[in-house]
């Protein structure tokens, strides 16, 4: 056990080591939809950032209606290390986010939002918690500079996932994140449609660790994320992770047919002391509409598994092309 545990060590020198020597290439991926006004102050900082390696950057534009897309392309133009992706339609967040993961180049691979509420200048202590020999280095979100309303969403949110979740995913950490390419290819791996990557990349494993960094405000444009989408990636997080609204709605019919007995109890104790059983239509209609609610609170819960199964046997490409500018090759639209 000795000698085995030596070698381990060993192993481990000698990765962190060649991390530390070793001269990597990065690819930073930028969802964009609809981001015409933060783009140009995004594109000035990413143009004079310098984080000591060879870098890439990759946008996908996520079906965006404004001129995100032009913009884009000048500046693939003015710039060979930027290149964009186009869908032909907006496929969500996540989706956007996987076909940077799919399409990106490097030995490592950064997630961002393209608001600059993710720091790009951060990443260069990413890069060195790598060389420490970290797989996965993420962002851990404090003093967000959102309403006190979506602040205590986000919390309610990720504490819940982190109770319920039968893995472990770090609270308050989005997708900001440097991959190492192996964690990466392990992703692009995953077949699944309703993609959480933040939950996806605590899945996967290897070796993690996060990063707290205080969270600027949007530097400019409006956000696209509302609270439909907001509470759709909520479900899709608890959903894909987690089998407790499974267990919930099961607690929900075992707490119903408790209190259809204690009704019972009561009506026969009533009965038996020769005093009359309460008449009326109101406990008959509460009765009702109280199981009839718990029953399309179980039903809707099996819906939304049902809906995420049927989704994934269609066996439907997660994302399509329209077009692409830069360093990207045709060869790569095949996903």
Do not use: H
């Given at each position: 056990m000795i000698m085995r545990s030596s070698g381990l060590e060993c192993m481990e020198i000698l990765l962190m080591t060649d991390?530390?020597?070793?001269?990597?290439?990065i690819c930073l991926i930028f969802p964009c939809h609809n981001e015409e006004e933060v783009l140009p102050d995004l594109i000035k900082v990413l143009t004079s950032l310098d984080l000591g390696i060879p870098m890439r950057v990759?946008?996908?534009?996520?079906?965006?209606?404004?001129?995100?897309?032009?913009i884009l392309k000048k500046a693939c133009r003015s710039d060979d290390r930027m290149a964009c992706i186009s869908l032909s339609r907006n496929f969500g967040h996540q989706v956007a986010v996987g076909a940077g993961l799919k399409h990106g180049k490097g030995d490592l691979v950064a997630v961002l939002d393209s608001d600059l509420q993710d720091p790009p200048e951060l990443l260069?202590?990413?890069?060195s918690q790598w060389r420490e020999g970290y797989d996965?280095?993420?962002?851990?979100?404090?003093?967000?500079?959102?309403?006190?309303?979506?602040?205590?969403?986000y919390s309610s949110f990720y504490r819940l996932l982190d109770r319920t979740s039968n893995i472990q995913i770090p609270r308050d950490a989005g997708d900001f994140a440097l991959?190492?390419?192996?964690?990466?290819?392990?992703?692009?791996s995953l077949p699944e449609h309703r993609q959480f990557i933040r939950g996806l990349r605590g899945w996967v494993g290897f070796k993690q660790i996060g990063t707290k960094y205080a969270r600027p405000a949007r530097h400019a444009g409006k956000p696209s994320y509302n609270m439909k989408r907001l509470t759709r990636l909520a479900l899709d997080g608890l959903l894909s992770f987690s089998s407790a609204p499974l267990r919930i709605s099961t607690w929900l019919g075992v707490g119903a047919a408790f209190l259809g007995f204690c009704y019972l109890a009561?009506?026969?104790?009533v009965f038996m002391s020769g005093k009359d059983i309460p008449?009326?239509?109101t406990s008959t209609v509460v009765l009702i509409l109280f199981l009839g609610g718990i029953q399309l609170i179980v039903l809707g819960i099996?819906?939304?598994?049902?809906?995420?199964?049927?989704?994934?046997?269609?066996?439907?490409p997660h994302y399509v092309i329209n077009e692409s500018a830069g360093w990207v090759s045709d060869s790569d639209h095949q996903d």
């Open positions: 991390r530390k020597n070793s001269q990597p290439s990759l946008f996908i534009d996520d079906g965006s209606c404004d001129d995100t897309l032009n260069k202590q990413f890069i996965v280095v993420y962002g851990i979100r404090t003093n967000r500079k959102e309403s006190w309303f979506l602040r205590a969403c991959m190492d390419r192996k964690v990466v290819d392990v992703l692009n009561y009506a026969l104790i008449q009326g239509w099996l819906g939304e598994y049902l809906g995420r199964i049927f989704e994934e046997v269609k066996g439907r």
